[in-house]
Protein backbone atom coordinates (compact mmCIF):
# COMPACT_ATOMS: atom_id res chain seq x y z
CA UNK A 1 0.00 0.00 0.00
CA UNK A 2 1.42 3.51 -0.96
CA UNK A 3 2.29 5.50 1.87
CA UNK A 4 -0.23 8.58 2.02
CA UNK A 5 2.32 11.52 0.81
CA UNK A 6 2.24 9.14 -2.28
CA UNK A 7 -1.38 9.02 -2.49
CA UNK A 8 -1.31 12.54 -2.59
CA UNK A 9 1.32 12.45 -5.44
CA UNK A 10 -0.41 9.64 -7.32
CA UNK A 11 -3.85 11.38 -6.88
CA UNK A 12 -2.62 14.67 -8.35
CA UNK A 13 -0.84 12.76 -11.50
CA UNK A 14 -3.98 11.03 -12.69
CA UNK A 15 -5.64 14.49 -12.21
CA UNK A 16 -3.41 15.84 -14.22
CA UNK A 17 -3.73 13.29 -16.91
CA UNK A 18 -7.68 13.47 -16.99
CA UNK A 19 -7.20 17.41 -17.40
CA UNK A 20 -4.51 17.01 -20.22
CA UNK A 21 -6.92 14.28 -21.79
CA UNK A 22 -9.82 16.47 -21.87
CA UNK A 23 -8.08 19.02 -23.12
CA UNK A 24 -6.63 17.00 -25.98
CA UNK A 25 -10.26 15.56 -26.29
CA UNK A 26 -12.03 19.12 -26.84
CA UNK A 27 -9.76 19.88 -29.67
CA UNK A 28 -9.98 16.62 -31.22
CA UNK A 29 -14.21 16.90 -30.71
CA UNK A 30 -13.69 20.83 -32.47
CA UNK A 31 -12.52 19.12 -35.85
CA UNK A 32 -14.89 16.07 -35.66
CA UNK A 33 -18.30 15.44 -36.46
CA UNK A 34 -18.63 12.90 -33.38
CA UNK A 35 -20.42 13.78 -30.56
CA UNK A 36 -18.29 14.59 -27.43
CA UNK A 37 -21.18 14.28 -24.63
CA UNK A 38 -20.42 11.21 -22.77
CA UNK A 39 -16.21 11.79 -22.61
CA UNK A 40 -17.15 15.80 -21.71
CA UNK A 41 -19.44 14.46 -18.63
CA UNK A 42 -16.48 11.35 -17.54
CA UNK A 43 -14.15 13.91 -17.70
CA UNK A 44 -16.56 16.26 -15.45
CA UNK A 45 -17.21 13.41 -13.36
CA UNK A 46 -13.73 12.88 -13.04
CA UNK A 47 -12.58 16.55 -12.82
CA UNK A 48 -15.40 17.89 -10.56
CA UNK A 49 -14.92 15.32 -7.45
CA UNK A 50 -10.94 15.53 -8.20
CA UNK A 51 -10.50 19.34 -7.44
CA UNK A 52 -13.05 19.60 -4.63
CA UNK A 53 -10.61 17.14 -2.96
CA UNK A 54 -7.12 18.97 -3.81
CA UNK A 55 -9.07 22.09 -2.33
CA UNK A 56 -9.91 20.48 0.90
CA UNK A 57 -6.51 18.84 1.06
CA UNK A 58 -4.52 21.91 0.37
CA UNK A 59 -6.76 23.67 2.99
CA UNK A 60 -5.97 20.98 5.80
CA UNK A 61 -2.51 21.58 4.37
CA UNK A 62 -2.48 25.14 4.94
CA UNK A 63 -4.35 25.00 8.29
CA UNK A 64 -2.18 22.63 9.99
CA UNK A 65 1.50 24.47 8.50
CA UNK A 66 -0.12 27.44 9.90
CA UNK A 67 -0.79 26.34 13.22
CA UNK A 68 3.05 25.42 12.96
CA UNK A 69 4.69 28.19 11.36
CA UNK A 70 5.76 30.87 14.55
CA UNK A 71 4.42 33.98 13.99
CA UNK A 72 7.80 35.74 13.54
CA UNK A 73 8.04 33.91 9.86
CA UNK A 74 5.31 36.54 8.50
CA UNK A 75 6.82 35.86 5.10
CA UNK A 76 5.73 31.99 5.47
CA UNK A 77 2.24 33.12 6.97
CA UNK A 78 2.11 35.55 3.79
CA UNK A 79 2.70 32.36 1.38
CA UNK A 80 0.05 30.39 3.31
CA UNK A 81 -2.53 33.03 3.32
CA UNK A 82 -2.08 33.09 -0.54
CA UNK A 83 -2.78 29.66 -0.74
CA UNK A 84 -5.87 30.10 1.09
CA UNK A 85 -6.90 32.84 -1.61
CA UNK A 86 -6.08 30.66 -4.26
CA UNK A 87 -8.19 27.98 -3.00
CA UNK A 88 -11.03 30.13 -2.41
CA UNK A 89 -10.80 31.20 -5.95
CA UNK A 90 -10.16 27.84 -7.16
CA UNK A 91 -13.60 27.36 -5.24
CA UNK A 92 -14.90 29.58 -7.36
CA UNK A 93 -14.14 28.36 -10.69
CA UNK A 94 -14.78 25.02 -9.68
CA UNK A 95 -18.48 26.18 -9.27
CA UNK A 96 -19.01 27.19 -12.05
CA UNK A 97 -17.34 23.96 -13.88
CA UNK A 98 -19.88 22.48 -12.06
CA UNK A 99 -23.01 24.57 -13.30
CA UNK A 100 -21.69 23.94 -16.62
CA UNK A 101 -21.26 19.96 -16.06
CA UNK A 102 -24.83 20.18 -15.26
CA UNK A 103 -26.02 22.01 -17.96
CA UNK A 104 -24.37 19.49 -20.35
CA UNK A 105 -26.04 16.52 -18.10
CA UNK A 106 -29.13 18.27 -18.05
CA UNK A 107 -29.25 19.79 -21.70
CA UNK A 108 -26.42 17.45 -23.84
CA UNK A 109 -25.60 19.00 -26.90
CA UNK A 110 -28.04 22.26 -26.65
CA UNK A 111 -25.15 23.10 -23.75
CA UNK A 112 -21.87 21.90 -25.10
CA UNK A 113 -20.63 25.47 -26.59
CA UNK A 114 -21.50 26.93 -22.83
CA UNK A 115 -19.89 23.53 -21.14
CA UNK A 116 -16.25 23.95 -23.79
CA UNK A 117 -16.08 27.48 -22.68
CA UNK A 118 -16.32 27.03 -18.80
CA UNK A 119 -14.27 24.29 -19.27
CA UNK A 120 -11.08 26.47 -20.87
CA UNK A 121 -11.78 28.99 -18.47
CA UNK A 122 -11.65 26.05 -15.35
CA UNK A 123 -8.41 24.64 -16.73
CA UNK A 124 -6.76 27.67 -17.46
CA UNK A 125 -7.10 28.71 -13.65
CA UNK A 126 -5.74 24.94 -12.88
CA UNK A 127 -2.56 25.44 -14.86
CA UNK A 128 -2.14 29.12 -14.63
CA UNK A 129 -3.21 30.01 -11.07
CA UNK A 130 -3.25 27.11 -8.96
CA UNK A 131 -0.37 25.36 -10.84
CA UNK A 132 1.87 27.94 -11.09
CA UNK A 133 2.82 28.38 -7.27
CA UNK A 134 2.39 25.19 -6.22
CA UNK A 135 5.60 24.75 -4.37
CA UNK A 136 5.61 27.97 -2.35
CA UNK A 137 5.74 26.02 0.75
CA UNK A 138 7.52 23.03 0.20
CA UNK A 139 10.15 23.88 2.53
CA UNK A 140 7.65 23.81 5.13
CA UNK A 141 5.80 20.55 3.95
CA UNK A 142 8.88 18.55 4.20
CA UNK A 143 9.91 19.80 7.80
CA UNK A 144 6.49 20.11 9.86
CA UNK A 145 4.69 17.42 8.75
CA UNK A 146 4.54 13.93 9.97
CA UNK A 147 3.45 10.31 8.02
CA UNK A 148 0.59 11.21 10.27
CA UNK A 149 -0.43 14.49 9.06
CA UNK A 150 -0.04 13.88 5.87
CA UNK A 151 -2.30 10.60 6.27
CA UNK A 152 -5.18 13.29 7.85
CA UNK A 153 -4.62 15.91 4.78
CA UNK A 154 -5.29 12.97 2.46
CA UNK A 155 -8.08 11.70 3.95
CA UNK A 156 -8.35 8.87 1.62
CA UNK A 157 -9.78 5.45 1.54
CA UNK A 158 -10.33 2.55 -0.11
CA UNK A 159 -13.51 3.38 -1.52
CA UNK A 160 -12.51 7.21 -2.95
CA UNK A 161 -9.30 4.76 -4.45
CA UNK A 162 -11.98 2.61 -5.83
CA UNK A 163 -14.39 5.03 -7.33
CA UNK A 164 -11.52 7.03 -8.61
CA UNK A 165 -10.46 3.81 -11.05
CA UNK A 166 -14.06 3.81 -12.41
CA UNK A 167 -14.02 7.30 -13.06
CA UNK A 168 -10.88 7.32 -15.02
CA UNK A 169 -11.63 4.10 -16.72
CA UNK A 170 -15.30 5.88 -17.69
CA UNK A 171 -13.01 8.47 -19.23
CA UNK A 172 -10.68 6.24 -21.17
CA UNK A 173 -13.60 4.38 -22.40
CA UNK A 174 -15.25 7.18 -23.51
CA UNK A 175 -11.94 9.65 -25.10
CA UNK A 176 -11.81 10.14 -28.77
CA UNK A 177 -9.10 7.46 -30.51
CA UNK A 178 -5.77 8.45 -30.06
CA UNK A 179 -6.68 10.30 -26.64
CA UNK A 180 -6.06 7.87 -23.27
CA UNK A 181 -5.52 9.43 -19.91
CA UNK A 182 -2.91 6.84 -18.63
CA UNK A 183 -0.37 7.40 -21.66
CA UNK A 184 -0.39 11.09 -20.87
CA UNK A 185 3.13 12.24 -19.58
CA UNK A 186 3.13 13.59 -15.65
CA UNK A 187 7.04 14.69 -15.49
CA UNK A 188 7.06 18.90 -15.65
CA UNK A 189 9.11 19.82 -18.61
CA UNK A 190 12.64 21.27 -18.00
CA UNK A 191 12.46 24.85 -17.13
CA UNK A 192 15.09 26.41 -19.84
CA UNK A 193 18.63 27.42 -19.27
Known amino acids: ?25 MAAFGTSQA ?18 RLIDQDMRLANL ?6 AAQSEDHEKIAALKGRLQDSDVALRAFEAAAS ?8 ARAR ?6 TYIDFVVNVLGARSHSLRHLTSTLLSEADWGFITGMTPELIAEEGELFER ?14 PTERPAKPA
Not at 10 to 16: D, Q, S, T
Not at 65 to 70: D, G, L, Q, T
Open 35 to 52: DPVAFYRACADYLAPAQR
Open 103 to 110: DLRQQGGA
Open 171 to 184: VRATAPAGIDPATV
Open 65 to 70: IESRVP
Open 115 to 120: FESAAR
Open 1 to 25: MMKPLEILQWERRRKLQVREAFRAG
